[in-house]
């Protein structure tokens, strides 16, 4: 089987697009329309459900992939690390989202880039979940940290650790409440505070008020920043209340520049998750940056 054809299928099968995987290729559309035509003539059986917006893999296009896509991979790390040079160093491509990533993940696989035991050079992106996890199907990543589960068998994923999400803002916020008053009202009594949030959807605050307090926020979104730091930079300022990851926030907790305005019993949590095409674990340098995470994890939670 020409392995041509098998890198062809593969990128398509990532990428979920004829359009998308020519881009990938550098070829055109017809030309890969055209190899994958003939793998699934030398098959035997479609490996793909044309639709409206781009390609499903068939059962048998989904098992090729995973017997198939790890050994590409393979032959890709020997032919891009070179079999004379092992002095050559890897490049690890990892995505994930911006604060997290900046703030937990990058601190950690710096250690792996110094001068002492070099193991890989570090490329990083940011994105959303949605983002990332297209971008890791595709190719253009190694490792991914995603707040979303992939589905099927194409990315593997191992939940990393648990963040929890703490209610804040300034302290004169907090005394304008006044003591005991949220626990009586409950989420009533932060109606009339301005909010602060990533987006204008509020996903962190309704997240927070559908957890706690089983309810929808009623205010919108005073300030909008798409950052979790801008939105503590804010809240410190004292623009409004926020909902934030606690291992972002507390060391303003710690100095009192925010204060925690409610401390429910179960506090909400997101997990992250530590994802790789399946397959790529057998790679040393996206091994090593796995495992590395992981045990950094352990004292996050």
């Known amino acids: 089987m020409d392995l041509a054809l098998l890198r062809t299928f593969v990128t398509v099968h990532r990428a979920g697009s004829f359009t998308r995987a020519a881009a990938l290729l550098g070829l055109s559309q017809p030309a890969v329309t055209s190899q994958i035509r003939t793998l699934e003539r030398q098959l035997g059986r479609p490996l793909f459900l044309r639709q409206a917006r781009g ?52 601190p950690v696989l710096t250690e792996l880039t110094g001068d002492d035991g070099q193991v890989f050079a570090l490329r990083a992106s940011f994105g959303t979940a949605e983002e990332t996890l297209e971008g890791l199907a595709a190719g253009h990543h190694d490792l991914a940290i995603s707040t979303a589960r992939p589905r099927g068998a194409l990315l593997t994923a191992t939940a990393l650790c648990d963040e929890e999400h703490v209610l804040v803002a300034a302290p004169h916020w907090a005394e304008q409440i006044g003591p005991g008053v949220l626990r009586r009202k409950g989420a009533p009594a932060l109606e009339n505070l301005p909010v602060i949030e990533v987006h204008e959807s509020l996903p962190f605050v309704s997240r927070y008020w559908a957890s706690v307090f089983d309810s929808r926020p009623a205010a919108s979104g005073t300030v909008i920043v798409p950052d979790l730091r801008a939105v503590l930079a804010c809240a410190i300022a004292g623009a409004g209340l926020a909902v934030l990851p606690r291992y972002l926030c507390a060391p303003a907790l710690d100095h009192g520049e925010v204060v925690a305005l409610h401390d429910p019993a179960v506090p909400p949590l997101r997990t992250y998750f530590l994802v790789v095409r399946t397959g790529t674990l057998a790679m040393p340098h996206v091994a090593r940056a796995y495992e590395w995470l992981q045990r950094a994890a352990a004292d996050w939670c």
């Open 55 to 106: 390609v499903t893999p068939t059962t048998i296009g989904d098992e090729l992939a995973h017997k198939a896509a790890p050994h590409l991979d393979a032959l890709v790390e020997i032919t891009e690390t070179g079999l004379d040079d092992e002095s050559s160093l890897r490049t690890l491509h990892l995505a994930g989202p911006p604060e997290f990533t900046a703030e937990r993940a990058l």
